[in-house]
């Protein structure tokens, strides 16, 4: 494996997909995709031309935005979901990351 390969992680969040596309992916119309844009619900990345381009993550996200509609939660009430979900992630990495440096810490110090 070269190491201009890209983690899969990465690969997820590459926008590679235009809207025509996505929209048929996430079984949304593109104009939707659009007003998800612009409500701040998914955010893609842009091309030079400042075209959308939706990564598979973008997609995942589409679809479940879709599904808390379906749910009958309003786009505000999503967005918060969004927020929070993303700050527990956050939360849960940096509690990793402090684990770490504790185990470190106990190797060091037993």
């Not at 939707?32 to 598979?56: A, H, M």
């Amino acid at each position: 494996m070269s190491d201009d390969k890209m983690n899969p992680e990465e690969d997820e969040a590459t926008g590679l997909y235009v809207i025509s596309v996505a929209a048929e992916l996430s079984g949304l119309h593109p104009q939707t995709l659009r007003q998800y844009d612009r409500l701040g619900l998914v955010s893609p990345s842009r091309s030079e031309g400042r075209g959308r381009r939706y990564s598979l993550r973008d997609i995942a996200s589409l679809r479940m935005v879709q599904r808390l509609v379906g749910e009958g939660i309003n786009h505000a009430g999503i967005k918060h979901i969004i927020e929070l979900e993303s700050a527990m992630a956050n939360m849960a990495m940096e509690v990793a990351r402090l684990r770490i440096e504790v185990d470190a810490l106990l190797k060091e110090n037993p």
